[in-house]
């Protein structure tokens, strides 16, 4: 089945204790993305990836680190995690950029504390 | 950067009335997308307009591409409950960025 997963699905942590949120998908999807979903905000990018290796900033990229070394993974990075990153975060795909529809994983809610 | 404007933030509505959103941009847009976020969902990819004037439709849903380019509305016809969610629109702001309208959350009554 075509998806794109996040893992995890709730995580609850403390300010400044270093995270990672995995994503993945299996549609060989060339571009992938980060949003955090915040009330009355809609959804603001965090970071993109045009392909393997290529990244860059979205709105929002400030306190984030993302990398991309397999077209499949493309991991969000909170060094220091902050509560103004309590947010509900999305990961998505597509086989390209513009005109290409955006496939959604469950999404990740997360509170810093 | 580019601007977008979704409106309104909220509709309530009776089951049977039509919604409408409204999304505009700042700038002239070469393509926008609406999705669907069900309550505690994920977006949901609906449609994609390109062309100036472009109408298209899905069942009770109309979507309309403004003839400058620069707005775009989604129309439900005779709401139903399983309607209720956020409607957003999506911008390409070029070089892979992708712009979000606030999103509009339609509540239905039954």
């Known amino acids: 089945e075509a998806q794109v997963t996040q893992n995890p699905r709730y995580l609850i942590t403390v300010t400044g204790k270093k995270l990672t949120v995995t994503c993945s998908q299996n549609m060989n999807h060339e571009y992938m993305s980060w949003y955090r979903q915040d009330p009355g905000l809609g959804l603001r990018q965090i970071y993109y990836s045009m392909n393997v290796e290529v990244t860059d900033k979205g709105d929002v990229p400030e306190g984030y680190k993302v990398s991309r070394k397999e077209k499949r993974n493309f991991p969000l990075i909170l060094e220091s995690p902050s509560p103004n990153q309590t947010s509900l975060y999305f990961c998505?795909?597509?086989?390209?950029?513009?005109?290409?529809?955006?496939?959604f994983g469950p999404g990740t809610r997360l509170t810093v504390t | 950067g580019q601007q977008v404007m979704q409106i309104p933030q909220y509709q309530h509505v009776q089951e049977g009335e039509d919604f409408t959103t409204y999304c505009n941009s700042s700038t002239t847009l070469s393509n926008i997308q609406w999705y669907k976020q069900r309550p505690g969902g994920h977006p949901v990819f609906l449609i994609q307009l390109v062309k100036s004037g472009e109408v298209k439709k899905q069942k009770r849903l109309t979507f309309q591409f403004g003839e400058a380019k620069k707005n775009s509305s989604l129309h439900i016809t005779a709401t139903q409950t399983t309607d209720v969610g956020t409607y957003f629109c999506a911008l390409p702001e070029g070089g892979g960025k992708l712009i979000f309208g606030q999103g509009t959350e339609l509540s239905v009554k039954p």
């Open positions: 998505a795909s597509s086989p390209g950029v513009g005109t290409y529809e955006q496939y």
